[in-house]
């Protein structure tokens, strides 16, 4: 995103700004997720993977802002275990369709399992005009609430 202009802040929940994700990716963060309580974004977006997602569910900062953009209509989502470990239990999956990794698919309250092809749109309303990413998969399990 930052690519096609984009302003992406990346923020961390631990108390360090380099963590060391599942894989042993290395991510260094542009700020800690206190600095970011009074912005306002477009778009929040949370990764996956365990233990950050939870880890994430239970930073109260975080909580607030994610509460913020769903009470403010603006855009937020979640990939991997996030929706099903942060956003289902601070009640943002509420009359939403929903989906995660399938080792978490259980927790939501209701699914099924579908074969789909996967397109992903970005819109980017700041600096660039539209950006459009697409990622196919001819079996991608997918569960929706």
């Not at 260094?28 to 939870?54: E, H, K, R």
């Not at 509420?94 to 989906?99: G, I, L, V, Y």
């Not at 099924?112 to 600096?127: G, L, Y």
Request: overall charge positive; hydrophobic content about 40%; glycine content about 6%.
């Amino acid at each position: 995103m930052r690519g096609a202009g984009t302003e992406v802040t990346v923020a961390s929940v631990e108390k360090e700004l380099e963590i060391e994700a599942s894989g042993g990716t290395r991510i260094v963060a542009d700020t800690s997720i206190s600095t970011c309580s009074d912005q306002i974004f477009y778009l929040v977006a949370l990764p996956g993977g365990m233990p950050g997602s939870a880890r994430m569910r239970d930073c109260k900062i975080l909580q607030e802002i994610m509460s913020k953009q769903a009470e403010e209509k603006r855009i937020y989502g979640a990939i991997c275990a996030a929706p099903a470990v942060t956003l289902l239990p601070w009640g943002l999956l509420r009359r939403k369709h929903s989906t995660c990794h399938p080792a978490f698919m259980d927790k939501l309250p209701t699914f099924w399992t579908v074969k789909a092809n996967i397109h992903i749109s970005i819109i980017n309303k700041f600096r660039s005009g539209v950006v459009s990413a697409t990622v196919s998969s001819s079996t991608e399990s997918c569960c929706i609430h």
